[in-house]
């Protein structure tokens, strides 16, 4: 059996709680608090240390699904999720003030997970808002950090089958990575 911990980032209100939600088979746990910065994100509470639940993958594979607080008063959360992770979901919301730059800050500040197992960004809200599409975030991702190959997705975080087709393109390079850095220790 194999785990993979994957970790969801972004800024409050990109849909970090909900995706998980969506995907998890089991209860999720939340660490709501009340939301004292609504001018950032207009909604009544807001993840202050983890959102966790978990899926089945395949027979036996299981993902361990961790939010992180989008605000960076709890980054020292970010730091103790993260050593464990081998994954990295970026959840940006498309409506957000400068939505690209926002996705390279969480890929700059999480790039050793790129390294060490993957990367995948879902833009959200694009339904709410006509903002960038995956080519702009994907232009951007390739200017500013062209050793990364970073699937771009526009997801609806409430869809499990589109937060799913996420999870498992993740999965897929984890896995994909796992076996190339395999193979080159044999040669």
Known sequence: MAEHVILFAGPMGAGKTTAI?????VPVVRTEAANTDRET???ATTTVALDYGEITVGDSDKVRLYGIPGQRRFDFMWQILKERARGLVVLVNADAADPVASMLEYLDEFSDLH????VV???TRSDVVDGPGPGVFSDAL????????????T???RQTDQMTTVLLTLVANIEMRAAMIAA????
Not at 21 to 25: C, T
Not at 115 to 118: E, L
Not at 184 to 187: D, F, G
């Open 21 to 25: 939600e969506a995907l998890s088979e």
């Open 41 to 43: 994100a207009d909604k």
């Open 115 to 118: 390294d060490r197992g993957g």
């Open 121 to 123: 960004v879902g833009v």
């Open 142 to 153: 390739q200017a500013a950090h062209p050793e990364m190959l970073v699937p771009v997705f």
């Open 155 to 157: 997801v609806d975080p």
């Open 184 to 187: 080159q220790e044999v040669h």
